[in-house]
């Protein structure tokens, strides 16, 4: 990777629920944690997959979960925009 270029991307963890933030270049590798919310049940419906994406010209990290939770955080300032648990919505996943 030339030494100008970075890489931007994020990950979730489940042992201590936290989406951090991670930019990879060739001289150094930097994280930081997202904003991360309360459960939302007991029944672990943290994020499985995240998309980067825009949302109204806002860049912002999508992440979809069990039980039909969506996870939205601005990529800006990492704050969680909304989460929500929609009914009906089974087997959700993040297409290219």
Known sequence: ????RSTRFF?????VPALSEWTVSAT?????TLHTPPEPNTNYNW????????LDDTPVVVGVGPYS???IWNA?????QDSV???????MALLP
Not at 85 to 91: I, M, R, V, W
């Open 69 to 71: 939770t969506i996870y």
């Open 85 to 91: 648990q929609l009914e009906q919505a089974h087997q």
């Open 28 to 32: 150094q590798i930097a994280s930081k």
């Open 47 to 54: 994020p499985n997959a995240l998309a980067l994406t825009t």
């Open 76 to 80: 800006r300032d990492g704050t969680l």
């Open 1 to 4: 990777m030339p030494a100008d």
């Open 11 to 15: 990950t979730y963890s489940y042992e």
